[in-house]
C-alpha cells in the first residue's frame, strides 16, 4: 500500500521505495473538506529536454469510489485534459443503473484548513476547442488566456472587478455562463479560476457543464 504524507503544499508519495512529489494548488477557500471512499489519480510533473509530460499513477483506481485526482500546478491543461476525459469516459462506461453516485474531485491544498480540500468536477464536460458564440443578451462568455487574464463577452476585465461586473450587467436578468480556458493555461491558475467562481452565487447565472479549452 502506498504511504501518502501530505506536507501542506506537497504530497509526498513513497510507493515501492521511490519517492515522488506532486507541488499542488493553494487556495484560502474550504469548498469541500472532507471526501470519504475514494480512489485517488496521482498526476506528476516530468521535464525531458524541453517537454513537459505527465506521469499518472492509477492503479489502484475503483470505479465505484470516489474519484480524487491530485494534479501538479504545474502541468498545462492541454497535458492533462486529455488523459482527464479518458478517465471520466472509463468511469462512465463502467457505471451500472444500480450504482451509487459517485463524484470527481480536484484536490488542493486548503490554507484555512491546513490540510487538502477538494472541489467537485463530476459534472464537468471538457471540450477541447473553442466555443463560438452568437453574441445575445442571455450569454456571458468568461475567457482566461494563458497569463489568466479575464474577458467577459471580449471586454477585458480585472480579477478584482469580476463580481461587480457582473452584478452591474446580470443581476437581473438570467444569463447562460460559458467559460473557455487557453490549452496553456496551468492547473494552478485553472484551479484558481474555478475557486473564484465557487465565490460568485448567483441565482440568475447559469453555468453551462461544459467547459472549453483551446
Not at 499542488?24 to 470519504?36: E, G
Not at 498526476?43 to 499518472?56: G, P, S, Y
Request: neutral net charge; contains cysteine; aromatic residues 12%.
Amino acid at each position: 500500500m502506498n504511504k501518502v504524507l501530505m506536507l501542506f503544499t506537497v504530497l509526498v508519495l513513497f510507493s515501492c521505495g521511490e519517492k515522488k512529489e506532486i507541488l499542488l494548488p493553494k487556495a484560502d477557500v474550504t469548498v469541500v473538506k472532507t471526501v470519504s471512499d475514494i480512489s485517488k489519480i496521482d498526476f506528476f510533473f516530468k521535464m525531458e529536454k524541453n517537454d513537459t509530460l505527465v506521469d499518472i499513477n492509477k492503479s489502484t483506481v475503483i470505479s465505484t469510489t470516489n474519484w480524487v485526482f491530485n494534479v501538479d500546478k504545474r502541468l498545462p491543461l492541454k497535458t492533462i485534459l486529455p488523459e482527464i476525459i479518458k478517465l471520466q469516459e472509463k468511469k462512465q462506461k463502467r457505471k451500472s443503473e444500480g450504482d451509487v453516485k459517485k463524484d470527481n474531485y480536484y484536490s488542493y491544498a486548503d490554507s484555512i484548513g491546513k490540510n487538502l480540500a477538494f472541489i467537485p468536477f463530476t459534472n464537468v464536460s471538457y471540450v477541447l476547442e473553442n466555443h463560438t458564440h452568437d453574441k445575445l443578451e442571455d450569454v456571458l462568455v468568461i475567457q482566461f488566456d494563458k497569463n489568466n487574464t479575464i474577458a467577459c463577452n471580449d471586454v477585458p476585465v480585472e480579477r478584482s472587478s469580476l463580481e461587480n461586473y457582473i452584478k452591474e450587467f446580470y443581476s437581473d436578468k438570467k444569463v447562460k455562463v460559458y467559460l473557455v480556458f487557453d490549452k496553456n493555461l496551468s492547473f494552478d491558475d485553472y484551479l484558481s479560476d474555478k475557486i473564484l467562481f465557487t465565490k460568485l452565487l448567483y441565482p440568475n447565472l447559469i453555468f453551462e457543464g461544459k467547459e472549453y479549452v483551446f
